[in-house]
């Protein structure tokens, strides 16, 4: 309770700090939430932060490992929407089209959500100012109460049911549906 306290006393500058960056990039951060350490953001589309929702970056207030921070963008038409009171752990959501998150969703250390490939994959584009618009992107859509382990990258187009969870340092690129335990690269359905 005291340790509590005075952990909620010493990260109250960096909350504090976050809070007005988010909001000068134009994040629509819902009551209740706490962003701690460090947060990159880009928001040329849309962000929303839903309510008690708890975001830590750097080791210093997620000591797991990959403590790199967390990353937030969305370009033009992008869309990252995370419901209230999820737990975010340096993480890395970049969106081109959507990545939409239910309530109660953990994002381990290190997790990387991309709704892109970001290059095209002929690699005749790749290079030349085209190769973005050849490159593919489909929204990701994420349950309510999914668990979504360390080290975890989920690809453009996949959705993920409620209550499923995904084991440390799997790949997704297929759907899972609800109640599913997926590990594994490519992620397969292990219960
Ligand atoms: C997915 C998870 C929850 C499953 O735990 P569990 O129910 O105790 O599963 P088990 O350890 O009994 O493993 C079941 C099978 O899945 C395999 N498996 C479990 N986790 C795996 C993973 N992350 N990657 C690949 N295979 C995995 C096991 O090897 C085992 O295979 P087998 O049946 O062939 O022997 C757990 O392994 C995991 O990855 N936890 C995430 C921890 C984490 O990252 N926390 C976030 C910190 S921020």
Known sequence: MVKDLVRNIIAFPSAFFNKIRLRIHGVSIG??????GKIYIVNKGKITIG???????RNKYDPIGCGEGCTLVTEKNGNICIGSKCGISNAAIYSRASICIGD?????????????DFHSIEHIWRGTVEDKL????????????VFIGAG???LKGVTIGDRAVVGAGAVVTKDILADEIWAGNPAIKIR
Do not use: F, P, Q
């Open 134 to 145: 050849h490159a593919c992107s489909e929204s990701v859509n994420i349950g309510n109460d």
């Open 31 to 36: 009551i209740g939430s706490v962003v701690k």
């Open 104 to 116: 109660r969703v953990l994002l381990g250390g290190g997790v990387k959500i991309y709704d892109t």
């Open 152 to 154: 975890v990258t989920i």
């Open 51 to 57: 309510d008690n929702c708890i975001i830590n970056g």
